[in-house]
């Protein structure tokens, strides 16, 4: 059975803090993606990883940061934790489309408050 | 830039079917998705399109027309399980998986 798990389902922060979310999936998967999901905006990528320490911008990467050490692993960074990064953040991966199956596969989700 | 347009809500009856449209414009296309999500829960994968025609499993088919940009999700005999959002999403050539907002259906028994 297909595995991604992120750390916390529910998280609170206070303004300023330096925030980390992890992600790890157990499928070899290349591709990885941060998302946020807020209401009435739908899933927004964040970032995206296809290889190891490989990185690029989705549409909203302002206030965050990745890394990718590990093909298992993928990290969200808050720098510094506003209230408007209040929001579930949704980590999902994916094989390389030439593998012949290319569905994204999500973790549960983490609730995260900024107060 | 990158589009996905869907419908913010919809309404059907249980039994009946309800077709929930999706029209894209997106950097290079390499196939869309359709994804189903419950309140509070993640996302799980419908389906997957990459070539023009319908593609049917179980009581879900999924259309695709690249040449109009233009998806539909087709849902038969509803069921109240069936109330969830649909998201619609597109894998661009950057192999980036982009979504719309989401259609609300609501089912009425």
């Known amino acids: 059975d297909v595995k991604v798990t992120q750390s916390s389902r529910y998280l609170v922060k206070r303004t300023g803090e330096k925030v980390f979310l992890e992600c790890v999936q157990d499928m070899d998967h290349e591709n990885m993606f941060w998302y946020r999901q807020d209401p009435g905006l739908g899933l927004r990528l964040i970032y995206f990883?296809?290889?190891?320490?490989?990185?690029e911008k989705g549409d909203i990467p302002e206030g965050y940061s990745v890394s990718r050490e590990k093909k298992e692993r993928f990290s969200l960074i808050l720098e510094s934790a506003s209230t408007n990064q209040t929001s579930m953040y949704l980590c999902?991966?994916?094989?390389?489309?030439?593998?012949?199956?290319?569905?994204?596969?999500f973790g549960q989700g983490t609730r995260l408050t900024v107060v | 830039g990158q589009n996905i347009d869907q419908p913010t809500e919809m309404t059907a009856t249980e039994g009946a079917i309800v077709q929930i449209n999706c029209t894209y414009q997106?950097?290079?296309?390499?196939?869309l998705f359709w994804y189903q999500q419950h309140a509070g829960e993640a996302p799980t994968f419908l389906s997957y399109?990459?070539?023009?025609g319908l593609e049917e499993k179980g009581r879900f088919s999924s259309f695709l027309s690249r040449s109009k940009g233009y998806s539909y999700l087709l849902l038969k005999e509803l069921q109240m399980k069936d109330s969830a959002s649909y998201l619609c999403a597109v894998l661009n050539r950057d192999d980036k998986i982009i979504f719309g907002k989401g259609t609300r259906l609501h089912i009425l028994p």
């Open positions: 999902a991966s994916s094989p390389y489309p030439t593998q012949g199956r290319t569905e994204a596969f």
């Open positions: 997106t950097s290079g296309f390499n196939g």
């Open positions: 990883s296809y290889d190891v320490k490989m990185k």
């Open positions: 399109n990459v070539l023009d």
